[in-house]
């Protein structure tokens, strides 16, 4: 009855819809029990969308005989990703149930490192050879549509499968029948290796509006291609590593959700210990200056605003500079024409500051400490904002990713700075009184 | 001589890489030369790749029939956002020069608001009668195949324009030639409305991996198509903008490297300023406990790395939180759960940074000090997370972008708690001398 009317449901829904309905109502053997309903396609469709985490638990349950059906429908790429969740044991019980040619193509595209173009492109990619007409591989093309991921591009191999050229569907409709594939293929190509950055493959998809790119070895011989729906995929995953890299946060697998409490632990311990020891020197800074502080504890009142404006204004010029370098806008050779802007932009917001804050200071403290705070204050937002945008330039140039340059990091350096330059002003310009 | 090698180069490049190659040695008159030299289809796409600054400077250089004419070559919605960045005489001598058919697309797309789904979305699209045959629809997308964006979906539409389906060019080239479009179309559609955010578009494209999704009025009119190419765009454009919002970077239009020093200074100096004075409770925290801190300057020394660890561990959680609720993985019926899962982990990151600096820190205050200093962190990293997980939940609910919720936001409020928990503390267990 219920079960029934959700089975009638499912038919009308696309498979990412259905699957977004098992993960938040999951329980195991319900979840197995609709999945059952369905037709294999369908079965492996909404089994590709769901969450990592239900993957694996629904693949534990399930009879090895009809998991090994499931991937034999399922495209090759997501059932490498599916493969690489389960035990080793689990892995060697499906292995010997699969066919020759699944086990080869699940065992290469599983053999790529995490986070490589290989561990993200699919062997689901339709082949022509170059020698054939328009009408053969329009052909070729409409037999084998249904296991291929993308036919709107069709790769021309030749006999040892090194790539020869690329044809768009839109090019084979529009040639005349009898034309060679040899004489309407595109031949100069932008192709990836397996072992580039993953994020490699979306900025390539992304810059040149491509449906889909190929994977070539070293030898010139197609091992796969990307399509434009897993390189969007690369790119949520990649701006989310970039995010919580911003923040100290280390690389979480398959989704916050799912994180168990061990793992977020370990993912933010190191950077906030290393942190606390590098906020010592502020403190060191602070202890140094204990006698300018001990005769003027007015100048107390005012520490926390003003290294909190170089933290902040650093956090700004690091945030825009990281980013303008990801996405290609910024590059190595810009960084002198970028200081310059930025003495420019953090005087304007230096002198804001200091204006701001000796209005509203000159309430709480005498003429000769608020010229102390707003002198400081210019100072320490220019300090701060060079800081952050000559940090992610020098990481970058060290090979390091600028996403390291983050704000805590930047705001610590700037703390420190900013202690030793306001009770440093503080003491040559109020003097000591028992000296 | 060197111009004819450059335009034979440029032969066997992709547009993307020439407009790279005249955004990188931009010179108006040369840049105007070299484009001069190519086809115009050519000329077109180059033009629709270059970077927002050049293009508007080109174009306000050329000579208004050769713009024209470069309009009519480019596709609907690249020369919409051109045309948006020109001049108001120049858009009225450009119109002027448009046929009718484009005059009116020009005007319709340019209407939208930036930052919605109209304002993305392209008019080049191919469209199908509900009765035609298979054959028929072939033979029509054939024709206008070189003037669309996408061939691989076409829309079927009745009379008036409404949209009734939706074939893909894959079903239609594994169909047989005398099916009806009717029987063959999908008519489960997921759609956009031309008000709807651009983000939404990117965020159904990437989870129903679409090439193109349509885009209706609200009488179910066709109205534009928004590609996945596009998608791509926006996808990169939200997230430059969340991450800028991170650290209290208003919205910069058209790029880093072009924007002008007092966009950066605008876009920059209000939150700051407010930071400025929500700062001043921390400093206020400072000056309510004088007599304690006169009394035990040593307590300084630890005040920078306590607030700072507070700040730095919120910070985490609160870009945890705002990226979990961006990409969808975290729901707002999610943050009770989320909430205890950060207080079993806040737990684990304060106890083991107390014992941290309870080591190092026991080289140079007493035993009584080390324990305030200790307690103190535990209190604070615990606040301060707490905080971090809550507050992007609490825009969420006010509908405010959660993304508000920065790092430095986090930090300001975690400052101050961490001011009062510390020096209240040492009040407590120190006791103040000479009461």
Redesign the interface.
Known sequence: GDEQALIDLFE???A?DIAGFIDENFEIYESLALMDKMSPEVQAEVFGYLRPNNQQVLASHMEVGLLAKLFRDMSSDERADVYALLDVKLQDALMRRLAKHDRDDLLRLSSYEEGTVGSVMTSDYAVIPASGTVEHA?RR??QT??EKET??QAYVIDNDYRLQGVVS??DL??AAPHERIEDIMVT?L?TLTPDMPQAES?RI?????L?AIPVVSETGVLVGIVT??D???V??ME??E???K????GK?EG???DAS?GM??RK??N???L???A??F???G??YF?DT??AY??L??????L???G???G??A???????IA?G??TRS?WFR?LG?EL??SL??GL??AV??AL?GSLRAGPDIMLVVALSMLAI?LVGSLIGVMLPFLLHRLNWDPATAS??LV??IA??TG?LIYFGMATSILGLPNI
Chains 1, 2 share one sequence.
């Open positions: 009308e829904m696309p990412a329009l093309l409409r549509a249904p036919i709107y569907l839109r409709i529009t100069d932008i979306a998809i992304s810059r040149y509006d449906i434009f729906d390189a969007m995929d790119v949520e701006d989310t970039t995010m919580h911003s923040a100290t946060v979480i989704g916050l959700k409490v977020l632990y933010r311990i950077w906030l210990v942190l606390v020891f906020n010592i502020s403190g060191a602070i202890a204990e502080i001990s504890i007015a107390l009142f005012f520490l926390p605003l290294i909190a404006s933290g902040n204004a956090a700004q690091a945030t825009l500079m990281v980013r303008g996405t806008d910024v810009d970028m802007k420019l932009v304007g917001l804001t500051m701001a804050i509203v937002v704000a805590p705001t610590t703390d420190a202690v």
